[in-house]
């Protein structure tokens, strides 16, 4: 039954971790922009002289 708790406890500890990341993210503006790097592959880039 001790192991149900530790358990409980480390997966709410792993929640709050990502939970964290995903507004840290958020607010360096890591999602800003989700089209134009799908975009850039269809570009050709210019060659080199």
């Known amino acids: 039954m ?13 929640a709050l971790g990502f ?3 995903f507004f840290w993210s958020m607010s360096k503006g890591q999602n800003d922009d989700l089209h134009t790097p799908a ?6 880039d210019k060659e080199p002289n």
């Open 19 to 21: 939970l964290g990341a």
């Open 39 to 44: 975009m850039r592959i269809l570009f050709e």
């Open 2 to 14: 001790q192991i149900i708790f530790f358990m409980i406890g480390v997966s709410l500890l792993m």
